[in-house]
């Protein structure tokens, strides 16, 4: 992997020393490979796909002028040819009086976070045959109705080079499985899912995820619809909790707080949320899906506290949002892929706990409330400006008396986010690995569930 990512970075800088023959200032190039395998089950279809997926992002410069071009190619000439096409449209641009420059080196690389060569090396027939074990196991299951099964597997190398001397690039490797069934019994269905994503492959975890979707979808054959809305508290799992943190993300963007769409603006060193809660941002977390050595423009990852016991200390920057304000980018760079530019936003979000309880123990703290767990609908559509959050869930528990009493039907909890920030009192000890970062069961208080 090391050899592929030496491999980019010289293409990289190849492009970059013929700057003056492309005609710009300066130049940026993001090189990004992937050999990916996915396949996806639903019940008795299935496909399989593999195969790589390499590609160049260049942004060049001409004054204050800027653009943007990417190519489905890692041939020099082709990458060449494509900055040149972005010098074009650079020139008939109007300047942007934001843009300074484009990224500065900065010391302070960290390793790479958890590269796990065995599933790095797992080839097609390998993966296949773990889809076909959670294939063949879900078909003894008698009350089957359907089964949605996802399994993708990752290896990918990347490198940023640009012509004001930065020039890295990293790699790693991910597996992602999502898992749901689906039951039907005396005209009753449940549903049940669970979700297993790493950097290191242990088997064992892997196929943990059918027995506890399987027990989820057996509970929802048993749920009762809630007698009437009510007021109580939320034990939020971590899946759920990776569906609705991204309002907290899109409020700390600098880009957001510059361009005038944050809650946020002016709250440096204000409460946001209660004061049992602390959230860090760690780029270098070992066993965040999101650690690199670099953000991707090639800026040091960092570590650094977002909100500290309630209090907001930090936005997130790019080098562009850091350079409007004289600062130093915070190492939070994001591109979707190598098609897109960079934006300031998370890496791994990491909830600091305030107690060693894990989710048993938490139950116990909650005289009446809902266990949310499993997926979120609707989180998409929580208001990151005015607050408005409903999320229903398919797969709650009812609590009463620090017990859990019985399933539920769909049922919808309702809040004003920046004020559900604030009764988040309870962080527990049980973490998983998300795609938002590292995240355990919270409690929030006084919430609205109909």
């Known amino acids: 992997m090391e050899d592929k990512v030496s491999n980019l970075i010289s293409i990289g800088e190849k492009v970059v020393r013929r700057k003056d023959e492309i005609g710009v200032d300066d130049i940026e190039v993001y090189l990004y490979e992937a050999d990916t395998f996915n396949s996806r089950v639903i019940t008795n279809y299935v496909t399989v796909r593999s195969g790589i997926d390499a ?18 190619s890692l041939d020099i000439n082709r990458i060449i040819e494509t900055a040149k096409l972005a010098a074009k449209i650079a020139k008939t641009k109007e300047e942007d009086p934001n843009f300074t420059h484009l990224p500065d080196p900065m010391r302070g690389y960290a390793g790479h976070g958890i590269f796990d060569e065995g599933l790095a090396s797992l080839g097609s027939e390998e993966l296949s045959g773990y889809v076909s074990r959670f294939v063949k196991d879900t078909k003894q299951i008698s009350n089957l109705r359907k089964m949605d099964l996802f399994l993708t597997r990752a290896n990918y190398t990347y490198a940023v080079v640009n012509s004001r001397g930065i020039s890295i690039g990293d790699y790693g490797s991910v597996i992602f499985v999502w898992y ?56 939020i799992d971590p899946w759920i909790m990776s569906s609705i943190y991204w309002p907290l993300a899109y ?39 999101a650690t690199n050595k670099s953000d991707d423009e090639g800026i040091p990852m960092q570590k650094k506290i977002l909100i500290d016991r309630g209090v907001l200390k930090t936005y997130l920057y790019d080098t562009y949002t850091a350079y409007r304000e004289n600062k130093q980018s915070t190492g939070n760079a994001r591109r979707r892929d190598y098609k897109s530019q960079p934006s300031p936003s998370t890496t791994n979000l990491v909830f600091k706990s305030t107690t060693g309880k894990k989710l048993e123990d938490l139950i116990r703290e909650v005289d009446r409330g809902v266990l949310l767990r499993g997926e979120a609908m609707g989180s998409h559509l929580i208001n990151p400006l005015k ?64």
């Open 180 to 235: 749901e069934v689906d039951l039907e019994e005396n005209g009753k269905r449940g549903k049940g899912m669970d979700i297993y994503v790493a950097r290191k492959l242990n088997e064992d975890e892997l196929f943990s995820i059918m027995p506890r979707a399987v027990e989820m979808a057996e509970e929802g054959l048993k749920a009762k619809k809630p007698k009437e809305p009510f007021r109580g508290d939320a034990i």
């Open 387 to 450: 607050g408005s959050m409903a999320i229903t869930c398919l797969n709650a528990l009812y609590i009463e008396g620090g017990e859990i009493k019985h399933p539920l039907h769909a049922i919808s909890m309702s809040a004003d986010y920046f004020e559900f920030l604030k009764n988040i009192d309870t962080v527990g000890s049980d973490y998983k690995i998300t795609s938002a970062g590292k995240i355990p069961t919270i409690i929030a208080r006084n919430v609205y569930f109909s």
């Open 251 to 289: 409020n700390v963007s600098a880009l957001n707080v510059q361009e005038g769409r944050s809650r946020f603006i002016g709250m440096i060193d204000k409460q946001v949320a209660n004061p049992n809660l602390t959230v860090l941002d760690d780029g270098t977390l070992p066993e965040g899906l």
């Open 55 to 72: 590609g160049a992002g260049i942004r060049v410069a001409i004054g204050k002028k800027v653009a943007f071009v990417s190519v489905s």
